[in-house]
């Protein structure tokens, strides 16, 4: 799951093998859930046979205190570090590169790096998201417009980086920088700044990397190149060159394998096209604008914006900045809270807030004279309402997403503008999402901001490509195989929101109904139900499991089969454990947040989702 709105101690419930002494109905907020359960001395420890009735489904309290009001002032960023000097343009990328813990895994508990190549010829840098220190540099990657994308290609749990060096070759490196191949190709046609990107995209376990209309895989062999567009903006001022390439992943038409898609085409893996529709090439996003169940398409190029179907049919629509020669890289995501996505274009002076049907939702005035400089949204104060994340030529800007009014205004900041974009992400591992944002020129090459208060949302640790949405890179830097649309959860694109619009909420948490022991002190039996205190029904298949201790191995699964409506609990499931399995570590309850619909949801209390099961035989 992405983000607890409202952390809260731990939920530590006793029980015995009678039900709980603790009536969900009366309770009306979080606060209220630590009432006394019962004691060690309810349990029945008497050898015997359990044979535990399911409990049926109860009516449960919504959790009010997860509803969250607009937050209509400002907030205060402040530089939690700078980097200086080693300039770019970027994004940069985030991800885990190293085992920090040494708990010999690579992912959630170490601290998050940020990889972004450098315009000051001072090559491929690695940096350390909590202190700022430069961990490795590479000299080998001379290129410092283009872009870098983190993620484990070849599934051994070790994450790779990949870099444009110029716009013709792309190079893997280890995690520790040292290169493991380099591959030339061909994007005849493209100027400047290539921005790959990384994808399952046959779902082998084996992942791609995109590089305008090439396509390579983990071993750096081009297995794919489309003949039409490259994913880029063509320069208005000069019609004969493309710049700005950033092609991306998604499963167009449902048939469980991703395409390519650029400004004008989609292609297979092999390069063969899906669809070609004769127009202009551009760099497209994508999401389920229209909430029809099926993506659609939004392309910037030169200085015009235009929308498609999946199946790249043009809707009729287009809009164009006037005294611009490029566009910013599109953002999408519900801004004004009525569950219909819009999208973020910038020009040259002009940022715009767009309804699917074109009208405008806002417009506010930046300071870009090329226009290539794109916006990233985050909700970061948890009402239902992202922010809008930009930096233009001198000025780190963060609007309101409901009204484009300015949350942020930091002049902070300098540079020539390519198409760069910030990025959110809990770059420091401290629960507390960060602004990152790179510096084309001035005394420093990278900032890092936070919140003076502490408040805002825990963003995730990783942010991994330019094309960035939330289902296309696991938590640890795997590549899923089998990726989730990301228009299906979220339904977004350059957004690291997994919120939900204003006034509704996720909030599950486990109930330990009654407890029995057999053959002490051999085998545990638990009868738990889900409580569903958010505003929405959630799907079959919410997995509750008993663990080793907290956060430990699980010893004990049982899936709850069918939906749990808003206010309600599931029937109750059995779980048994064998006591031996624990391995002397407590039984703990929980909801496995890796699977079924738990892994999308963005809880507002991530802290009641484990409850201890006492040991009776101690």
């Avoid at 006793?14 to 009306?28: I, K, Q, R, V, W």
């Avoid at 280890?174 to 591959?183: E, P």
């Avoid at 956060?551 to 069918?562: D, H, K, L, Q």
Wanted: charged share 20%.
């Amino acid at each position: 799951m992405l983000h607890s709105r409202f952390p809260q101690a731990a939920l530590i419930l006793l029980a015995g093998c009678s039900d709980y002494a603790f009536n969900p109905t009366t309770s009306t907020s979080q606060g209220d859930d630590t009432a006394s359960p019962g004691s060690d001395s309810d349990i029945d420890t008497t050898p015997g046979e359990c044979n535990l009735d399911t409990p049926q489904s109860i009516a449960v309290a919504l959790s009010d205190v997860c509803d969250v009001p607009y937050q209509a002032g400002t907030f205060t960023p402040v530089v939690e570090w700078e980097l200086p000097g080693n300039n770019a343009y970027g994004p940069p990328s985030v991800g885990h590169l190293d085992d920090d813990n040494l708990d010999g895994i690579i992912g959630e508990g170490d601290t998050p790096d940020i990889v972004y190549s450098t315009n000051s010829w001072s090559g491929l840098l690695a940096v350390d998201g909590k202190t700022g220190q430069i961990k490795w540099q590479n000299n080998q990657i001379t290129d410092g417009t283009s872009g870098t994308a983190i993620g484990d290609l070849d599934g051994d749990g070790i994450p790779e980086i990949i870099a444009a060096n110029g716009v013709s070759q792309i190079v893997a490196l280890s995690n520790d920088g040292m290169m493991l191949w380099s591959t030339n190709i061909n994007n005849s046609g493209l100027g400047w700044f290539l921005y790959p990107s990384i994808a399952d995209l046959d779902g082998d376990g084996l992942a791609e990397v995109i590089a305008g209309r090439n396509i390579l895989d983990f071993t750096g062999a081009v297995v794919g190149s489309g003949q039409y567009g490259v994913g880029a903006c063509m320069n208005q001022g000069s019609s004969s060159i493309e710049e700005g390439s950033v092609a991306v992943a998604a499963d167009l038409n449902g048939d469980g394998e991703l395409e390519v898609v650029v400004g004008n085409a989609a292609y297979r893996r092999d390069g063969s096209a899906l669809w070609y529709n004769g127009g202009s090439d551009g760099i497209p996003a994508v999401a389920d604008m229209d909430l029809d169940g099926e993506p659609e398409i939004i392309v910037i190029g030169g200085n015009r914006v235009w929308t498609m179907e999946a199946d790249g049919t043009a809707t009729g629509w287009s809009d164009s900045f006037s005294n611009t020669n490029y566009l910013g890289p599109p953002a999408i995501d519900d801004l004004d809270g009525d569950g219909v996505p819009e999208f973020v274009i910038v020009g040259s002076g002009e940022m715009r807030a767009y309804e699917w049907d074109g009208s405008r939702l806002w417009t506010q005035t930046v300071d870009d004279s090329s226009g290539a400089a794109g916006p990233i949204l985050f909700d970061f104060e948890g009402d239902g309402y992202p922010e809008v994340v930009y930096a233009d030529e001198s000025t780190v800007r963060v609007f309101n997403g409901l009204d484009g009014s300015i949350k942020l205004q930091s002049n902070n900041h300098s540079s020539a503008t390519g198409f760069e974009t910030p990025i959110v992400a809990d770059v420091d591992a401290d629960g507390q999402a960060e602004i990152i944002m790179l510096h084309g020129s001035g005394s420093f090459g990278l900032t890092v901001y936070g919140d003076l208060d502490q408040s805002w949302l825990p963003g995730r640790q990783v942010w991994n490509q330019h094309a960035y949405t939330i289902t296309n890179v696991d938590d640890d830097g795997g590549i899923p195989l089998a990726q989730q649309a990301n228009w299906e959860h979220y339904n977004n694109f350059r957004s690291g929101d997994g919120g939900l619009p204003p006034s509704e909420w996720d909030d599950l948490q486990p109930e330990i109904v009654e407890i029995c022991v057999e053959e002490c002190p051999e085998v545990m039996e638990l009868s738990v139900r889900v409580w569903n205190r958010g505003t929405g029904s959630v799907a079959p298949g919410v997995t509750v499991v008993v663990r080793a201790g907290y956060g430990g191995p699980i010893v004990a699964a049982e899936v709850v089969t069918s939906a749990i409506n808003t206010g309600m609990s599931s029937r109750g499931v059995i779980l048994r454990v064998n006591m031996a399995d624990l391995g002397g570590a407590d039984p703990i309850v929980d909801l496995d947040s890796t699977s079924g619909p738990m892994q999308f949801m963005a809880e507002c209390d991530e802290d009641n989702n484990d409850l201890f099961a006492s040991k009776a035989c101690d």
